[in-house]
């Protein structure tokens, strides 16, 4: 069993290990959403936004995170103002700030002397390289994920089904929209340091999706979502020691298998109920 404990013996292992179990928790939450309300192409447009961001901090030397929040601040205002135009769809408006953003990253990325590692790093992350201060930044990100996944679950809820029940039931769902793109932004924001803007998605979405057809409740998504990443970060970590790839796109590869693997076997399922007679109902005799 050494394969199995060898390679966590390593310190930067273990942080890479605890980084991506607190990255799966800090999806869990916000993905969930985003797969209930079809929102994936949101999700993708939102990772690619925080280039601008990032791109100009490692531009002036300053704090990548900083710079992404600072993007995620301006895409998550930029999608909730062209929701609200009644003659723009909702999908246009993403897919015009998705590649303005992208460009603007581009052009001032390409300002920069270190132009293909500053990219590289945004695109693809580095798992191995989790620092204890990322640790600590993941935790706060990760209370600060459930705090408003706590306080705003009845109108993320209402929202997710019916928005027009929102609205009735007074739960302000154009605000409960823009708080649950700032939750979007959050997620991805801790996340892209750890397993890059192209990998995030992985995380963000093959959990919730993968855990859809076995749970029965939003809390059942979650829960089950945050177990399935933090299986993939575990087990990507090991395959990508011993086969020596890429440590964060093997977990990403790795929850992606796991939804495919869901899925499938949520099929099989499906198929043999059909097919199996329904027990005679049994009487109850007081």
């Known amino acids: 069993m050494e394969w199995l404990t060898v390679p966590f013996e390593a310190t930067f292992v273990q942080r890479a290990l605890w980084g991506g179990i607190l990255v799966s928790a800090i999806c869990a939450s916000a993905g969930t959403w985003v797969v209930l309300r079809g929102m994936a192409f949101l999700g993708d447009a939102m990772s690619h936004g925080l280039l601008p961001g990032v791109a100009l901090a490692a531009l002036l ?11 995620a601040v301006v895409m998550t205002a930029g999608v909730t103002a062209l929701g609200r135009t009644p003659r723009l769809s909702q999908d246009t408006g993403i897919g015009l700030l998705f590649v303005g953003m992208l460009s603007l990253g581009v052009i001032i ?3 920069s002397q270190s132009f293909a590692v500053d990219l590289t790093g945004f695109l693809f992350g580095d798992v191995l390289a989790v620092r204890k201060q990322d640790l600590l930044v993941l935790a706060a990100a990760l209370l600060a994920t459930l705090v408003v996944s706590v306080l705003g679950h009845r109108a993320f809820l209402a929202l997710a089904f019916d928005e027009r029940k929102a ?3 007074g739960l302000r769902p154009r605000l409960a929209h823009a708080v649950l793109l700032g939750l979007l932004g959050l997620a991805i924001v801790a996340s892209f340091h750890i397993v890059g803007t192209l990998l995030v998605l992985g995380l963000l979405i093959a959990p919730p999706a993968a855990a859809l057809p076995w749970a ?3 809390r059942g998504i979650m ?6 990443g933090a299986t993939a970060t575990f087990g990507g970590l090991l395959l990508s020691w011993h086969l020596s790839t890429a440590a964060g796109a093997t977990v990403a590869a790795l929850a992606v298998s ?8 949520s099929g099989l399922r499906d198929r043999r109920a059909r097919h199996t007679p329904a027990p005679a109902p049994v009487l109850e005799v007081d």
Do not use: C, D, P, Q
């Not at 030397?61 to 993007?71: E, P, R, Y």
């Not at 939804?259 to 076997?265: A, E, N, Y």
């Open 61 to 71: 030397g300053g704090n990548l995170i900083v710079g992404a929040v600072a993007s």
């Open 109 to 111: 990325v390409s300002r």
């Open 167 to 169: 609205h009735t039931l």
């Open 216 to 218: 029965r409740s939003v």
């Open 223 to 228: 829960t089950l979502a945050a177990l399935l």
């Open 258 to 265: 796991l939804f495919f693997l869901s899925h499938m076997v």
